[in-house]
């Protein structure tokens, strides 16, 4: 219980912005598999569709010795004209995922379970950021360290499974990849 909670806190402490920290300029790999195939991974630097969704800027933050959870981001584009949504993640270096949601609730930040995925709308692009929706790596079977990857396969109602390399900023505070705007400030 006790390693849990501080894997909590230590989630909490991820989920929440840090303008203090700078970015390594780490690239995301992204890549479509058919819900049938396979996943492949491809080269850094890459974005990938998979019918109407494009997944891109994909990273994670490095964990302190101890932590039992890890966080990961990223930005989903639908082009379609019809909703999608993610129902399920999974990945090489947890035994769950979760998708969550972090929101200010009476000046208090809540970080919650998705346990129905998230709704992806048509013609919309979703973040995934400090501070509010993000994927849960739980119970995890190494730290992250910088440069470290993740490798997870996200799951969606109707494209199916798109796999995805998140790979760890250079300090625990970094709050995008590769010089991303984030809420108006260009990271660095």
């Not at 800027?57 to 966080?71: K, L, S």
């Amino acid at each position: 219980m006790k390693s849990y909670l501080f894997g909590c806190a230590v989630a909490a402490f991820c989920a929440m912005p840090a303008f203090a920290h700078p970015v390594l300029e780490m690239p995301s790999t992204v890549v479509a598999a058919h819900r049938a195939a396979a996943p492949i991974f491809v080269a850094a630097d890459q974005s990938v569709t998979a019918g109407p969704l494009t997944i891109k800027d994909a990273f994670t933050r490095p964990t302190p010795g101890g932590a039992t959870v890890a966080v990961g981001y990223l930005t989903i584009v639908n082009k379609g004209k019809t909703d999608d949504r993610l129902v399920a993640v999974t990945s090489d270096i947890s035994a769950s995922v979760q998708i969550h949601e972090t929101k200010m609730e009476n000046n208090v930040m809540e970080m919650t379970e998705l346990p129905d995925g998230l709704a992806i709308p048509a013609g919309a692009t979703v973040t995934f950021k400090p501070g509010g929706y993000h994927i849960m790596f739980m119970d995890l079977k190494r730290a992250v360290k910088p440069g470290d990857t993740i490798h997870a396969v996200l799951e969606f109602a109707k494209a199916g499974k798109i796999a995805v390399t998140f790979v760890a900023a250079n300090n625990m505070g970094a709050m995008a990849p590769g010089g991303m705007k984030v809420d108006g400030m260009k990271m660095q």
